[in-house]
């Protein structure tokens, strides 16, 4: 026959806040090893992609890990992948340009229109 195994927490419904595991002790004892859930990377901000560079943890122990595991050297460091910064940065480069040749245009037709 089995041997009983009794909870070592209180809750004892199957949630997943309450999963656990049977594991045999040195001493021979079956016990439960109540299991953590598992964590999530955070994800991009524009792709949904997972942030390569920053571990996995779950929200609270952010807390107490040091700043360099949290984020990467980077614009944007910590909430957007490099793809989408790059693709940021050269937007902001094209409609600075548009400006600028919307501005010549406008003068060049300006200078025109007096001759």
Same mark, same amino acid.
């Given at each position: 026959m089995a041997q009983r195994v009794t909870l070592?927490? @209180? #809750?004892?419904? #199957?949630?997943t806040? #309450? /999963? /656990? /595991?049977v594991v045999k002790t040195p001493g021979g004892r079956l !016990?439960? &090893? &109540?299991?953590?859930?598992?964590?999530t990377a955070p994800k991009c901000g524009d792709c949904g992609i997972a942030l390569p560079g920053i571990i996995a943890l779950r929200p609270r122990q952010y807390a107490t890990v040091s700043? $360099? %595991?949290k $984020? !990467?050297? /980077?614009?944007?460091g910590g909430s957007r992948c490099g793809?989408? !910064? %790059?693709? @940021?940065?050269? @937007?902001a480069f094209l409609? *600075? *340009?548009a400006k600028i040749v919307k501005k !010549?245009? %406008?003068s060049q037709q300006k200078a025109g229109g007096r001759q």
């Amino acid at each position: 026959m089995a041997q009983r195994v009794t909870l070592r927490k @209180r #809750n004892p419904y #199957n949630t997943t806040s #309450n /999963r /656990r /595991r049977v594991v045999k002790t040195p001493g021979g004892r079956l !016990v439960y &090893h &109540h299991l953590k859930k598992p964590a999530t990377a955070p994800k991009c901000g524009d792709c949904g992609i997972a942030l390569p560079g920053i571990i996995a943890l779950r929200p609270r122990q952010y807390a107490t890990v040091s700043k $360099t %595991k949290k $984020t !990467v050297r /980077r614009a944007y460091g910590g909430s957007r992948c490099g793809d989408c !910064v %790059k693709q @940021r940065i050269l @937007r902001a480069f094209l409609l *600075e *340009e548009a400006k600028i040749v919307k501005k !010549v245009i %406008k003068s060049q037709q300006k200078a025109g229109g007096r001759q």
